[in-house]
């Protein structure tokens, strides 16, 4: 009997022994948050990393989706996230440790997404029309690439110059810009995302005077790259194989959500409140969410590094060998 007790005791032993050994053994268990626009390709390229169906083993990835992304990032509030194009190059200039590790948002897929409207009964025809108008545009006026954007378009297309800080430059937050057209409080918006989609399906009451983000391409022979994925740079120093796990999970989530569309959609206008189907699949033909880092997207990320900088918007020119990082699998 002694004997047999002594046996199990030993078993007891071993067996806590082994699981404190895979305890103390396992890696810690992290948490990052990334920080992303509410739209909906945004919802549905991180739809399979928010219901868990890809995951981690040692990282969790807190999803947050708002407007206010470039400021939450801007004050390091964030481990990685998306950050227009423009606002990155202030944050350099500010010296904010923030690194690129590949594009986030292409303004173009089958058709362009940013995009300037008159209401229908408006006599403007061409956006050379414009001069002495007021346009709407996306909230904060300095730090949206779609703005910048739309200003080397009017002046090098339309041979109309303006300047962000101008008095016919009205900044509203996005949502806003249809209302603000519809009061006659400006002569025309600039558009993206979602509002840009629904808009297009409103024939009965606004007209498209420009597709400035096609127009970009034929200036510059790409669809502009308006937003980056970026990471703190100390976060990136200590500890790579994080972020490169980061990466893997973002990248699994995309390629999910783009096998299965109709799923990922779904479960994205759940989220998105107030869009309509119609106006969602419109929005996927006009943008499109991809992580890569190419030499044609580091040429356009850099023209719009240039255009801020000629503009006056930033003093300092990122410069690449700093700003870009390659993170091999």
């Not at 004997?3 to 699981?19: G, H, N």
């Not at 969602?280 to 040429?299: F, H, N, P, V, W």
């Amino acid at each position: 009997m002694r004997a047999y007790l002594a046996v199990l005791m030993v078993v007891a032993v071993l067996m806590a022994a082994t699981a404190y050994y895979l305890l103390s053994s396992s890696p810690p268990r992290t948490n990052l948050t990334l920080v992303i626009p509410p739209f909906t390709a945004e919802y549905m390229a991180t739809y399979a990393l928010e219901t868990g169906i890809v995951s981690s083993s040692n990282l969790t990835i807190t999803v947050q989706h708002t407007l206010q992304f470039n400021e939450i990032l801007m004050d390091l509030q964030a481990d990685i996230g998306f950050m227009s194009t423009e606002a990155f190059a202030k944050a350099y200039e500010m010296e904010r440790p923030l690194k690129i590790l590949g594009t986030a948002v292409v303004q173009g897929n089958e058709e362009g997404n940013a995009l300037l409207f008159v209401r229908l009964d408006s006599e403007i025809t061409d956006p050379s029309e414009l001069k002495g108008r007021r346009i709407g545009v996306p909230t904060p006026r300095g730090l949206k690439s779609s703005n910048l954007i739309l200003l080397d378009v009017l002046e090098r297309r339309f041979n109309l110059s303006l300047s962000l800080e101008s008095d016919l430059i009205i900044d509203k937050p996005l949502p806003q810009l249809p209302a603000l057209l519809d009061a006659g409080e400006v002569d025309a918006v600039l558009v993206i995302g979602d509002v840009a989609a629904q808009m297009s399906l409103s024939p009965d009451k606004y007209r498209l005077i420009c597709d400035v983000s096609e127009e970009f391409r034929r200036l510059y022979g790409e669809y502009p790259v308006v937003a980056v994925l970026v990471v703190k740079a100390d976060l990136l120093e200590e500890n790579p194989d994080l972020v490169r796990e980061a990466l893997r999970l973002l990248n699994e989530s995309l390629s999910y959500s783009l096998i299965h569309r109709d799923e990922a959609l779904e479960w994205a206008l759940t989220q998105r409140e107030g869009v309509e189907l119609e106006a969602a699949q419109k929005s996927l033909e006009q943008y499109c969410i991809r992580y890569g880092l190419t030499e044609d997207d580091k040429m356009v990320i850099g023209k719009l590094f240039e255009l801020a900088y000629s503009r006056g918007l930033i003093s300092v020119l990122p410069d690449p060998l700093e700003v870009f990082v390659s993170l091999e699998p």
